[in-house]
């Protein structure tokens, strides 16, 4: 069983930040790209920010310059460090890896449950 558990989500004022971590547990052979992804109420899901196994790294651009996102391999976790948060930036942000459980399995996405991210005055 693989889970992934995100945290670090709350309510924060407009301009102020926010570190989301989300860390990968169970029976893991390899993790490669890891990302975060936001769905705000009544919104699609969308891709906030991912970074492969080897450090590259993409944003939307909504959050270029604002968000960094970064992994640590050792403990198959990934961060997203948010800053200069803005209402919009309101939703559930969503955890997810692309790992393998075995040597013969191909890697396969797995989905975190979500942590509530509220920016408001």
């Known amino acids: 069983q693989v889970q992934l558990v995100e945290s670090g989500g709350g309510l924060v004022q407009p301009g102020g930040s926010l570190r989301l971590s989300c860390v990968a547990s169970g029976r893991i052979l390899s993790v490669d790209a890891m990302g975060w992804y936001r769905q705000a109420p009544g919104n699609r899901n969308e891709l906030v920010a991912t970074?492969?196994?080897?450090?590259?790294?993409t944003f939307a651009d909504s959050v270029k310059g604002r968000f960094t996102i970064s992994r640590d391999n050792a403990k198959n976790t990934v961060y997203l460090q948010m800053n200069s948060l803005k209402p919009e930036d309101t939703a559930v942000y969503f955890c997810?890896?692309?790992?393998?459980?075995?040597?013969?399995?191909?890697?396969?996405?797995?989905w975190g449950k979500g942590t509530l991210v509220t920016v408001s005055s």
């Open positions: 970074i492969s196994g080897d450090g590259r790294t």
């Open positions: 997810k890896a692309e790992l393998r459980t075995t040597s013969w399995t191909v890697a396969v996405n797995y």
